[in-house]
């Protein structure tokens, strides 16, 4: 999967690391939980699952129940399991209780707590369980990555191919929340046919799907397709969550991907990105190749040096259309002075 956590998660599964004490944490609850319950059920053996199998809510888990159910030993097995959904909600006798037991783990017990740490939290039951137990946190994933993480968790999840066009419309009409793009996700593969799903499903099912996208957008801009780029820049900006910033930071880094690719080659941008933690994104490196194609290192330099203008210019305050219009004119000018 996409996310650094589900991959080292599975992981663990996998190899059936299970015993000890597991503290899933981040803002995507249905990620986390479903994380939560993936390792719960490897965890816990089927034959002994209703005398070795907890679950509590942190909303109304009573304190003394929690305690007795930690302090239970397996019965006809060698691990118990106990999961604690939501350990934010917890009182704070219900907190000491998971700060001493995860401090001090009894033998033969698995505890999986989740959580959502609050933003600027000093509690001390965070710090505990990050300390003693195996900690895993969801967070999303930068927004020009969303279409390669929905990618491959629409085929690893839910067992369907997903275009990059279907991805990228999906990404601009829902957002950043893993966890509602992954409830589409799990929605779309009831369309799935022949195993896959194009933009024409995503437009048929998924409200609010833009007629332009910011990932098409920057390829057509890396691609040197400036005039199409700027016959597009308005509607694009009519978009509340588009800037001028954002797009220039999308921009300028993956016109360094494309200087990779000029110096490297695909593989020196394939390994680029599994170093810097987005193996996910691998399949990108076939496009930045070939974007790459279009440039001189010379006119890349230049490009990008007129880029980072730009961006000063969009943080003094000057307005996102006049910027971008007057970056993509300089570097259609640019590109019509050839290779430098």
């Known amino acids: 999967m996409a996310l650094s956590a589900d991959a080292e998660l599975d992981r663990v599964v996998r190899e059936g690391d299970l ?15 479903d994380a939560a319950k993936r390792l719960m059920e490897a965890a816990v053996e089927d034959g002994t699952r209703d005398f070795n199998l907890d679950r509590f809510d942190g909303d109304d888990v009573e304190p003394a129940d929690l305690s007795s159910a930690l302090s239970t030993p397996p019965m006809m097995a060698d691990r118990r399991v106990v999961v604690l ?4 909600e917890l009182t704070p006798t219900g907190r000491g209780v998971v700060e001493d037991t995860v401090s001090d783990l009894p033998r033969g017990l698995t505890f999986i707590v989740t959580a959502r740490i609050p933003d600027g939290s000093s509690a001390s039951l965070y710090s505990t369980l990050k300390e003693h137990a195996r900690s895993f946190g969801w967070s999303a994933p930068k927004e020009e990555e969303i279409p390669g993480w929905l990618m491959e968790r629409a085929e690893e999840e839910y067992g369907y191919s997903l275009t990059r066009e279907a991805a990228r419309a999906l990404a601009a009409a829902v957002g950043d929340d893993l966890s509602l793009l992954d409830a589409e996700l799990e929605k779309l593969g009831g369309a799935a046919d022949g195993g896959e799903v194009d933009r024409e499903d995503v437009r048929q099912l998924v409200p609010n799907v833009r007629p332009v996208d910011r990932w098409d957008w920057l390829d057509r801009v ?4 400036y005039g199409s780029a700027l016959e597009d820049l308005p509607t694009l900006l009519q978009e509340p969550s588009e800037s001028a910033v954002g797009l220039l930071i999308g921009m300028i880094e993956q016109h360094l991907y494309i200087g990779l690719a000029l110096e490297g080659g695909r593989r020196e941008v394939s390994d680029a ?4 933690g987005k193996p996910y994104l691998k399949w990108k490196a076939r496009i930045y190749d070939r974007q790459s194609r279009r440039w001189s290192r010379g006119q890349l330099r230049r490009a990008v040096s007129l880029m980072r203008r730009a961006d000063r210019h969009a943080k003094s305050g ?14 259609r000018t640019l590109k019509r002075q050839g290779s430098t």
């Open 19 to 33: 015993d000890g004490a597991f503290f899933l944490h981040g803002e995507d609850e249905r990620l986390r939980d």
């Open 85 to 88: 959904f939501g350990a934010e």
């Open 222 to 225: 890396a691609g040197r397709e």
């Open 273 to 276: 990105l599994v170093s810097a």
């Open 318 to 331: 000057i307005g996102d259309r006049a910027v971008l219009q007057e970056l993509l004119g300089e570097l």
